[in-house]
């Protein structure tokens, strides 16, 4: 099935089966593998992507159920300048092995773009959604909390 | 895992979906939200032969409140609900159990009409169309019928829904504002499926005593139950700290919650019973 998106601004078009989930189809038929994708089933939170401005688990969401929309990787929320969000995470350290960063990152930034003040509490609730095995969390929290004053002057990453 | 293979449609309209349904001589399925479809699909849980898309239809979306309570439309995502400030007021005990369904991601997707066709004996939205004497709407080739939730589930992932049927909205009647209620459940980790929950609710007549008492649960049988034994136990009396520990006993006594890889019977049934008697604690607060 063909299956025709908008993915990090441009538009794209792959044929793929309609099994295939829009994290297969975004690593393996777009190339685009920031992505991550760790339990396949919904539980992890690695392969978070926006549709539409919402994150989204890509791996429960087959690829032709993004016809027409528009989606957004960790490739598409990063620039030659470190994000104020990757710049918050180097800063607290609140990554080692990197593997979950990407669904960190794009779940803060849907949440910092819709609620700039968000709080702790608000922060650990969203992020009960990700699993991070080496952290411990708490850097990935300090992080955020950090990164917020940027969304709140201008309302963009 | 992968999915097994299957074919797909996103048809326009209800009638054609219906006829999607009806084609697939019972091995077509529904997917709306997809958050507890692809985990099934992912394990070979189930293997459909054709998914039918929700996506285009239009007018499942709505949240409508008025003087008969509150109509949620099929594809009403827990964030819509969490979003609606209105709700709050207008079916707090809805607004609170819903705050308890998974985690940020699933919530932009998951739809209460999938969450009640899913049944899964723990969830809260079976909980409280059930507690709360709801009733879905249905669509399918034999036309619209109407169901109330306590015969709409039969059994672990079990419901009425013939192969070709769609629920399209659940209707929960209006609640006055001077209603007592609570909500309780208790997971290990946040989002995740509860051990056990409560949900309850009743009116206080000229004496103060408790009328009307609705007290169901979750993740404690093979589909939400109402707790009937605990209701007679709440009904006419003063809501005291005697009473609250007879109707907690009631529950506890009336139950048989199964042992699984979560959590022994018996804990599951203690659990209840404090999780009933906190619920009704906090009701008089
Ligand atoms: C990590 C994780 C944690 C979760 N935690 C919870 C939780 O704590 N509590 C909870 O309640 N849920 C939880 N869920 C499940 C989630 O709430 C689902 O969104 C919900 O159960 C199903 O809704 P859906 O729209 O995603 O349905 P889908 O996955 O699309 O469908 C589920 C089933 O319902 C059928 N169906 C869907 N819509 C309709 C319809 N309108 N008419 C007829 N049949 C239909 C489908 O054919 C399928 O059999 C969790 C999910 C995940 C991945």
Redesign the interface.
């Known amino acids: 099935?063909q299956v025709a998106f908008e993915l990090n601004g441009d538009p794209v078009n792959a044929d793929v089966?309609?099994?295939t989930?829009l994290a297969?189809c975004i690593r393996d038929r777009l190339g685009r593998t920031g992505t991550h994708v760790g339990c396949?089933?919904?539980v992890c939170?690695a392969c978070?992507v926006l549709v539409n401005g919402?994150?989204?688990?890509s791996?429960?969401?087959?690829a032709?159920?993004a016809?027409d929309e528009k989606v957004v990787t960790i490739e598409g929320l990063s620039g030659d300048q470190l994000s104020p969000l990757q710049a918050a995470f180097r800063k607290h350290h609140a990554l080692q092995c990197g593997f979950c960063t990407p669904g960190f990152i794009t779940?803060a930034h849907a949440?910092l773009t819709n609620e700039p003040d968000a709080d702790q509490e608000r922060i650990r609730?969203?992020l009960?959604?990700n699993l991070c095995r080496c952290t411990g969390y708490i850097p990935i929290v300090e992080a955020i909390l950090d990164a917020r004053s940027h969304y709140a002057r201008d309302g963009e990453k | 895992m992968k999915p097994p293979s299957f074919a797909y449609a996103s048809p326009s309209t209800l009638a054609e979906a219906v006829n999607l349904l009806a084609s697939g001589n019972g091995n077509a399925k529904v997917i709306s939200g997809g958050q507890s479809l692809m985990p099934m699909l992912a394990f070979r849980l189930a293997a459909p032969d054709l998914l039918v898309d929700l996506k285009h239809l239009k007018d499942l979306g709505t949240i409508t409140i008025g003087d008969d309570g509150v109509r949620l439309g099929a594809k009403v995502r827990w964030c819509d609900i969490e979003n609606d400030r209105r709700l709050v007021r207008s079916h707090p005990l809805l607004a609170e159990a819903i705050k308890h369904v998974a985690h940020y991601q699933v919530r932009n997707r998951g739809t209460i009409g999938g969450s009640l066709a899913h049944a899964d004996p723990s969830a809260e939205m079976p909980g409280v169309a059930l507690t709360c004497d709801g009733e879905m709407t249905i669509v399918g080739s034999g036309g619209t019928r109407v169901e109330k939730a306590s015969s709409f589930f039969t059994g672990p992932l079990q419901t009425s829904l013939e192969p070709d049927e769609i629920v399209t909205e659940l209707h929960l009647p209006a609640w006055p504002a001077t209603r007592r209620w609570a909500f309780r459940e208790f997971a290990r980790r946040k989002g995740d499926f509860a051990m056990a929950g409560v949900l309850l609710f009743y009116d206080l007549d000229h004496r103060n005593c408790a009328v009307d008492a609705h007290i169901g649960a979750i993740g404690i049988a093979d589909c939400p139950i109402r707790l009937s034994a605990a209701e007679a136990a709440l009904n006419g009396n003063a809501v005291t700290e005697d009473c609250i520990a007879a109707v907690a006993a009631a529950a506890k006594e009336s139950i048989d919650p199964p042992s699984d890889i979560h959590a022994p019977g018996a804990y599951r049934r203690a659990l209840l019973g404090t999780l009933l008697a906190r619920g009704l604690q906090h009701s008089i607060s």
């Open positions: 099935m089966e309609p099994r989930t297969d396949e089933h919904g939170g978070t919402e994150a989204v688990r791996c429960l969401m087959l032709v159920q016809q779940t949440l609730e969203v009960s959604g």
